[in-house]
């Protein structure tokens, strides 16, 4: 690369774009409010509230912070993020179809 590029604030923001765009294949894709609510009415995916059950009966009295569905290489996941009891920052993956948790970690 050439250096006036990695002093240049453009050439900085081209090369952190293409980056970006090198590691977006890799990441997961959020579902639309209106795929979701197909996706449901299918019977694709599980009901919201049972999702939620799962991850509240890992985490009594946790609070829902953020829940998203979401693609991940062909599979449909729930992504949610509790605050527990103890003021812990927990993000669950949980199987959209299944119901079943694939994750379960402290937030970073």
Avoid: W
Avoid at 3 to 19: D, E, M, S, Y
Wanted: hydrophobic share 45%.
């Amino acid at each position: 690369m050439h250096p006036h590029l990695l002093f240049n604030p453009l050439g900085k923001a081209a090369l952190a774009a293409f980056l970006a765009c090198l590691m977006a294949p890799a990441s997961a894709l959020d579902v639309s409010h209106d795929e979701a609510l197909r996706l449901r009415q299918s019977g694709e995916v599980q009901p919201f509230e049972q999702i939620l059950a799962v991850a509240m009966a890992r985490h009594p009295g946790a609070s829902l912070l953020e829940a998203e569905l979401e693609r991940d290489d062909g599979a449909l996941i729930y992504e949610l993020e509790v605050l527990t009891e103890d003021g812990v920052v927990r993000e669950l993956e949980i199987d959209a179809r299944t119901g079943r948790v694939l994750e379960d970690e402290v937030d970073d």
